[in-house]
């Protein structure tokens, strides 16, 4: 660290840090990251679970594999830019 600007009784009041930030990803998480049974895809614009389903498996009606996965309580709710998990079929 390296102080900057200081009051004028030599307190230092500002200072300039480098910092590393590390991710931690609970055991759930990270399994999830590394399973070759799991891919994921980030939801675009206008997607529902059904289109996804549709791109994906070739089946609209697959969809509450998808939202079980992600533990999706309102499957119409679905955030652009979400990241979802999509298990493989069996």
Do not use: C, H, M
Request: no cysteine; glycine share 4%; net charge positive.
């Amino acid at each position: 660290q390296t102080f900057t600007l200081f009051k004028s009784d030599g307190k230092p009041i500002r200072a300039k840090v480098n910092i590393t930030f590390s991710e931690y990803l609970n055991p759930e998480d990270d399994k999830r990251r590394t399973d070759p049974e799991l891919t994921t895809r980030i939801v675009k614009r206008g997607e529902t679970l059904s289109s996804i389903a549709a791109d994906v498996y070739g089946n609209p009606k697959l969809w509450r594999l998808i939202a079980q996965e992600n533990q999706l309580d309102n499957p119409r709710e679905l955030d652009t830019g979400k990241t979802l998990t999509i298990p493989k079929l069996r």
